[in-house]
């Protein structure tokens, strides 16, 4: 499963069309959601007279096929209209009220992990984004590789060309499952989930480590001495921001209190906004993907640490610019995109000391500030550069876990005689179904178990690089 993403230059007309079935899912979900409330509240008033329980107003169901039901029987009254848009519209917000009901039940009832998800809210026509999903129904990609076709909307014109799906679909290795539509940062995307036949691929130097320190001074450190720099678009585009939200913060803007309505002005002042950190998004996807392709494309073993972003999110001094530099964006590519690539992810433990290690002679640092940019051995003298040293002791890692568990390295099980070079546990990733004993005892799964990857095989050898 793969998603290709296009913009599409809508004509007014379509862009109409497009803003009514965003407005159509939105009532879908909205009325239904005021009517499995309205059950809910008059069950729990009753309750509170002390109704019987089989006495009780029926309960209202919230699968998707119940809210289905009941939104066919109340379509005529509620939206006589409802004609003039694809059903897969209302589909699109009772599919997300269903979802959104279940998670609170199943937050509820303990069945759900993470953090506790409310009751689902009424969505907005300002504040949620206009979206719609299709399923079924005249979904193409046109031959001249410049329109699609959805249901109702007829024809709508790409922004690029949709060459890379139409080869797929020409060549009939691609399967489209369905389309979303949706309006991101002023503009109509339209996105297919697409099943892929994927062919073989092997990387360039199959046998070669490379380990990735992510950082905020460099967006990565890699072991065969690259630093890759860490653009900042979030710094560079700062000042037109400020200067953006500052004229929007001087228009007249929506007021809750007094119910007027946002300016012209102040819509078109936000439009800017809205522009800027979609520039500014945009940008960091299109640097991290092509980041991470030439990585997994490059090498057999890549080793990442697995870092506690939402953790490091909570510092307010960094949390803007680890949020700009994107890493758990990063480390999510690089587990699919090493699945594609027949390559391998390692993922050492949170706690392995990367940075305070020495990559010459494994001497470890009690204390490094974060300020210390270069990293100078006591020991031996090595002096490097802070986040290749890290990288450097990623990549052995790697190599000495995946030495010891095809049984070359076995002298010391739990580091005994090697005080200055611990061993941190490691988890190598593997396809789910293969018993995994990664390391040693202590090992802490990584956090997504959903990402593919290739499994480990025992007779390779591996030079590290
Ligand atoms: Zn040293």
């Given at each position: 499963m793969q998603a290709y993403r296009f913009a599409l230059d809508v004509t007014p007309g379509q862009e109409r069309a497009l803003w009514t079935h965003a407005g159509a899912a939105r009532l879908a979900y909205n009325w239904s959601l005021a009517r499995v409330k309205a059950v809910l509240d008059q069950r729990a008033a009753e309750r509170s007279y002390g109704v019987d329980e089989a006495d009780l107003t029926p309960a209202a169901g919230w699968t998707l096929p119940a809210l289905r039901r009941a939104w066919n029987a109340a379509k005529n009254d509620v939206?006589?209209?409802?004609?003039?848009?694809?059903?897969e519209a209302y589909n699109t917000g009772l599919d997300a009220l269903a979802r959104a009901l279940k998670n609170w039940a199943d937050s509820r009832a303990g069945r759900r992990a993470g953090r506790p998800v409310g009751f689902p809210r009424f969505k907005s026509r300002r504040r949620s984004t206009p979206t719609m999903r299709f399923?079924?129904?005249?979904?193409r990609v046109e031959s001249d590789r410049k329109h699609v076709v959805l249901p109702r909307l007829g024809r709508l014109k790409t922004h690029e060309s949709t060459r890379k799906l139409a080869r797929r679909l020409d060549a009939g290795t691609a399967r489209i499952l369905s389309a979303t539509v949706r309006r991101d940062g002023g503009r109509w995307h339209v996105s297919f989930c697409v099943e892929l036949d994927r062919t073989e691929r092997v990387p360039a130097r199959p046998h070669t480590t490379i380990g990735v320190d992510v950082g905020v001074k460099h967006l990565a450190g890699l072991s065969t001495g690259e630093l890759v720099p860490n653009p900042r678009h979030l710094d560079t585009t700062a000042r037109r921001m400020r200067r953006r939200a500052r004229r929007m913060s001087r228009r007249v803007g929506p007021d809750r209190r007094t119910g007027s309505c946002p300016s012209k002005r102040w819509e078109a002042a936000r439009r800017q906004v809205a522009r800027a950190h979609a520039r500014v998004a945009n940008l960091r996807r299109d640097g991290l993907h092509k980041l991470t392709t030439r990585l997994a494309r490059e090498y057999g073993t890549i080793v990442v640490e697995d870092l506690n972003v939402a953790g490091m999110l909570r510092n307010r001094w960094l949390a803007r610019h680890i949020a700009d530099a994107g890493f758990a964006e990063l480390r999510r590519q690089l587990a699919y995109k090493a699945g594609w690539n027949a390559g391998r992810l390692v993922v050492a433990d949170r706690w392995y000391p990367s940075s305070k290690t020495?990559?010459?002679?494994g001497a470890v640092k009690t204390k490094l500030a974060l300020s210390e940019r270069t990293y100078t051995c006591t020991t031996c003298g090595l002096t490097l550069d802070r986040d290749l040293n890290a990288a450097r002791n990623l990549a052995a890692l790697a190599c000495e876990v995946i030495d010891a568990r095809s049984g070359r390295e076995s002298q010391n099980g739990r580091g005994a005689d090697r005080k200055t070079r611990p061993r941190g546990p490691v988890a190598v990733k593997r396809q789910p179904g293969t018993a995994a004993s990664a390391g040693q005892t202590g090992t802490v799964p990584?956090?997504?178990?959903t990402a593919d990857h290739v499994p480990f095989r025992h007779h390779e050898r591996l030079r590290c690089g």
């Open positions: 939206a006589p209209w409802w004609s003039k848009c694809s059903k399923t079924t129904g005249a979904i020495c990559s010459g002679c990584p956090q997504d178990g």
